[in-house]
């Protein structure tokens, strides 16, 4: 059984500014994205809303591009890291360990912390 690769926060920074062309997806609440948020454009999808986004899915997310999740802490995006490797067959799923929370410290201290 296939699992995502875990990618720190300065990692997934390099590549992204390497232009990687990475698929950045955020499994948090609305409310959560107002408190803090990348400054690199990521595709929305909060867990519990799935039911309004899961039968476009295959439209929201390419296949042959590396997707990356997160959440706020690295727990939520990890589950939905797991479901779109193992349930979907995404290649190449990795999880921001830490989340927004490592992002905010060890990338970009301007990314509010809650």
């Known amino acids: 059984m296939q699992t995502p690769v875990s990618i720190t926060a300065p990692a997934l920074h390099q590549r992204l500014e390497a232009g990687e062309a990475i698929q950045l997806v955020d499994v948090r609440e609305a409310a959560e994205l107002e408190l803090a948020r990348l400054s690199q454009p990521v595709i929305h999808l909060p ?5 309004q986004w899961l039968g476009q899915l295959e439209q929201l997310l390419e296949r042959d591009r590396p997707v990356a999740v997160l959440c706020h802490a690295g727990i939520r995006s990890w589950q939905f890291a797991c479901w779109l490797m193992q349930e979907r067959q995404y290649p190449q799923v ?5 989340g927004i929370e490592a992002w905010s410290a ?4 301007t990314v509010p912390r809650y």
């Open 47 to 51: 867990l519990s809303q799935s039911e």
């Open 94 to 98: 990795w999880n921001l360990v830490g």
């Open 106 to 109: 060890l990338v970009d201290p």
